[in-house]
């Protein structure tokens, strides 16, 4: 395998400087290695040929047909010139059809010999026709059976004559250089779960003879690179939680019972109680705390931010909470200070419009120690922020947060603060072991009591009118609406014009009663002065845009009308729905989309309307959009790239290698072994592109 590393394509056979150079671009391959871990993405029977005549309907997938050209022949002019051959398989006739190489391919192919063709068939001008297939040279062993593997190519790859057949080709050379190519996982690992080989799964995953063999493979190149991520994960994870020395909170004091007994607004439901436990028992060993909590939206984390944080406080240091936006930190701020305002204890609020002189006064405090707890956005990571002895540190809403933001705030100590992520976008549980593989996890699974699930609708815009007498009822009931618009280029002008259009429409609609007007654009006293006027009552409608998806309160807000619903992602839609459903009431959201949309976008909504379940509308929108997706800081999270195993589908496979990987670790926690010498070695390969990720979040 070293070697593969070592040698670069361009010896390899067919391939060249030039080729090389386009591969690096295009697919990022450079190295013998990376040729091999380009796999294909499905497979062809090499057996199975259509007939011409068979061919139908609009979107067949690629076949092969064998047959003999009739005629060749040079149609249109300048950029339009085409080379058209005619190809003939016994039961019809097609055309093919190439734009780019044609004085090259008229001299390749000839009539009167037998080919096989691979492409996608498509009707055009009342005639079938394949627009470059690959072409197998006369007497290709395709009678032997086995399966064509059909490669991911771009269209700069096409152009330059890359074909499938090339890269399987590439290969099969590769492969046929190093027989004796060394095994990448320890044999008691490949005995116990009976894995295929390494090079047999290289070669079949290439080649397969049937599809039982490439299943196999599959298997073997899905669990190794799972493994590895595994290793390294949980291989962290123990060094750190070993070594890394973090603060000692032995008690439960004063602040803690105090508020429990005097102050407390509700009794706390079960999940909450379970958590703090958690929470508590992680501070007390001595170890640092990194602990993810989730919680659906509205399920109540912010009570266990506010007891947790009086832990920290008990226990003589100060604690700090982080939120992504200013109105969510300010909103955090309003409610934990009256919380504990009777109890003596100083919170500040620090933002981006902190004005100086009460930032200086921030400052000050917070170094001498009088400022208990610091609440805001990132500026309370700037580097002037200095602490006296920050112990706990909670992060709400963490996926807005950067992971090099994470960091600067953990280096704001000597001693690490105890760390705790909040979300409310459930993460599935894959995704969790391995992005957040390092780090407990614990889950509100509970809503406080009362709470009625949110009744959601889909709505064309041609139904407006019923929304609008919808909203009116609510009104007339005394609640508060949202009404959210899509801004998601705060450029575009379009956008921008409808959600400035919605406004005036529903002033005028609901003339009656005051409507309060946000979007991201404005100046933060702007926003927080509407924001006011909503979460006070005063305004009974907030027309706004997803600036409000995260975390804003007001429970007397039943409905929540999302414009262009289309256009959202689900767990997008999740959040702005968690908005509403947060007091006793029956609360609505509902859904306005254009008639006219994708059967998956019809399918997006359609979920929206059949279910509250934060996990299961996660789990979907990972199924339909694929892990990656799910947001840029998970993405970054992954220390390795994937090549063929997939989070969302593999599930079964994550928890084996998972298991596997902790089982190695158990027996050999530092990995001394002779027998996991290569698991070492393996891991530096593959770790090089590693990022001090984990430590942090
Ligand atoms: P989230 O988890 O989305 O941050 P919040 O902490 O904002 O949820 O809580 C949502 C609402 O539920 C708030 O109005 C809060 O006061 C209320 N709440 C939280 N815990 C309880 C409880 N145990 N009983 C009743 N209401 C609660
Ligand atoms: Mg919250």
């Known amino acids: 395998m070293d070697r593969l590393r070592a040698t670069h394509i361009k010896y390899l056979k067919g391939i ?12 990022g391959i450079r190295t013998y290695y990376d040729m091999l871990y380009h796999f294909p993405t499905h497979y062809v029977d090499r057996t199975s040929i259509h007939r011409i005549s068979s061919f139908a309907g609009e979107d067949m997938p690629s076949v092969q047909v064998r047959g003999r050209f009739v005629s060749f022949t040079v149609q249109g002019e300048g950029a339009k010139t085409r080379l058209v051959g005619l190809f ?46 690959e072409i197998d040279p006369p007497g290709a062993p395709m009678a032997q059976g086995g399966f064509r593997g059909v490669y991911p190519l771009t269209e700069k790859l096409r152009n330059r004559g890359f074909s499938s057949r090339k890269f399987a080709t590439a290969a099969a050379d590769i492969l046929g250089r190093c027989g004796n190519m060394a095994e990448t996982l320890p044999p008691h690992i490949v005995g116990r779960h009976r894995l295929m080989g390494i090079y047999d799964a290289l070669t079949t995953i290439h080649a397969p003879a049937d599809m039982a063999a490439l299943e196999r493979a599959r298997l073997r190149l899905k669990f190794e690179e799972l493994f590895y991520l595994q290793l390294d994960i949980q291989r962290y994870a123990r060094r750190r939680s070993s070594t890394t020395q973090g603060f000692f909170f032995p008690r439960i004091g004063h602040y803690f019972n105090t508020f429990y007994r005097d102050f407390l607004p509700f009794p706390l439901t079960g999940a909450q109680k379970r958590v703090i436990k958690e929470v508590r028992a992680d501070m007390a060993t001595g170890r640092q705390m990194n602990r993810l909590l989730q919680g659906d939206v509205g399920s109540g984390k912010t009570m266990v931010a506010l007891l947790t944080m009086l832990i920290a406080l008990d226990n003589g240091t100060q604690a700090c909470l982080m939120a992504p936006t ?76 950067g992971v090099a933001q994470r960091a600067r705030l953990w280096t704001k100590n000597t001693v690490a603060p105890h760390v705790l992520v909040m979300t409310a976008t459930p993460i599935p549980r894959t995704l969790a072991m391995t992005v957040y593989g390092d780090l407990d996890v614990s889950v509100i699974d509970e809503l406080p009591p009362g709470r009625k699930p949110v009744q959601t609708l889909l709505r064309y815009d ?71 006027l909503f979460s006070s009552g005063e305004a009974r409608i907030l027309v706004s845009t ?44 509902i859904l306005m989309s254009k008639r006219k949309i994708s059967g998956d976008t019809r399918r997006r909504l359609e979920l929206m309307t059949s279910t509250t379940d934060g996990f299961a509308i996660a789990e979907a929108d990972m199924q339909m959009r694929g892990p990656g997706d799910i947001e840029g800081t998970m993405q970054s999270g992954i220390p390795f790239d994937l090549h063929i195993a997939n989070l969302s589908t593999d599930g079964q496979i994550v928890q084996l290698a998972r298991d596997t990987a902790c089982a190695v670790l158990d027996a050999d926690p530092s990995l001394t072994a002779h027998a996991n010498a290569l698991l070492v070695r393996q891991l530096s390969l593959l770790s090089s592109r590693i990022k001090d990720w984990s430590r942090i979040s």
């Not at 060249?16 to 697919?27: P, R, T, Y």
């Not at 190439?98 to 004085?103: L, Q, V």
């Open 546 to 589: 997803t600036v409000i998806e995260v975390g804003v309160n007001v429970p007397n807000a039943t409905t929540m009308v999302i414009e262009n619903a289309e256009r959202f992602g689900l767990s997008q839609l999740h959040q702005l729905r968690g908005r509403v459903g947060r007091g006793g009431e029956q609360s609505y959201c």
């Open 326 to 401: 200013e109105i969510l930190a300010t909103q955090h701020f309003e409610t934990i200070s009256s919380l504990v305002a009777p109890m003596g204890i100083n919170v500040k609020l620090l933002t981006g419009s902190t004005r100086r002189k009460a930032r200086e006064e921030i400052h000050s405090q917070l170094r001498d120690g009088s400022l208990h707890i610091l609440i805001g956005t990132h500026a309370v990571i700037e580097d002037e922020v200095k602490f006296h002895n920050l112990g706990f540190i909670v992060i709400d809403e963490q996926h807005r947060f």
């Open 462 to 532: 041609e139904e407006r009118f019923a929304t609008y007498q919808g909203i009116g009822r609510q009104l007339r009931l005394g609640r508060q609406v949202y009404i959210v618009y899509p801004l998601i280029n705060q450029n575009d002008k379009l956008e921008l014009r409808s959600l400035e259009e919605g406004y005036e429409s529903i002033c005028e609609i609901f003339r009656d009663y005051r409507v309060a007007f946000l979007h991201g654009r404005m100046k933060p006293e702007e926003k927080d002065f509407q924001m006011g």
């Open 16 to 27: 060249g400087e030039k080729n090389a150079e386009l591969l690096d671009k295009e697919c």
């Open 88 to 133: 003939s398989d016994g039961s019809g006739v097609m055309e093919v059809v190439w734009f780019k190489r044609i004085k090259y391919m008229r001299e390749a192919y000839h009539t009167a010999t037998d080919y096989v063709l691979f492409g996608k068939p498509s009707f055009f001008n009342g005639r079938w026709s394949m627009v470059h297939p």
